[in-house]
Nanobody, 125 residues
Framework: QVQLVESGGGLVQAGGSLRLSCEAS????????MGWFRRAPGKEREFVTA????????SYADSVKGRFTISRDNAKNTVYLQMSSLKPEDTAVYYC??????????????????WGQGTLVSVSF
């Protein structure tokens, strides 16, 4: 099983950009679908985006389509979340996650196998 460590969170002004990284341990990274969730203050955790192990197929929540881009570098065991045109409502703790199937992210998010510790993104007005 992989272990995940996120980085790249911070404070940014509305309209700005930020890139999150998630580095995974282990030699089976490419066999995992990877994704990002977020939990805003006072709200439940929600799905943001996911990507298949081969990097070909991706899925996004409607709230971030056209603004966020997920990508991965299997040679570096790393998945990225490029966030642009950030809004105050994007403020949240962002969690990297891994599962053998991208369908788990989409249909059964509570059952995703592996979670990172989270990184805080704060977007100011």
């Amino acid at each position: 099983q992989v272990q995940l460590v996120e980085s790249g969170g911070g404070l940014v002004q509305a309209g700005g950009s930020l890139r999150l990284s998630c580095e995974a341990s282990g030699r089976t990274f490419s066999s995992y679908a990877m994704g990002w969730f977020r939990r805003a203050p006072g709200k439940e955790r929600e799905f943001v985006t996911a990507i298949r192990g081969n990097g070909v197929s991706t899925s996004y929540a409607d709230s971030v389509k056209g603004r966020f881009t997920i990508s991965r570098d299997n040679a570096k065991n790393t998945v990225y979340l490029q966030m642009s045109s950030l809004k105050p409502e994007d403020t949240a703790v962002y969690y990297c996650a891994a599962d053998q199937s991208i369908l788990t992210f989409l249909r059964r998010p509570l059952y995703v196998e592996v979670w990172g510790q989270g990184t805080l993104v704060s977007v100011s007005f």
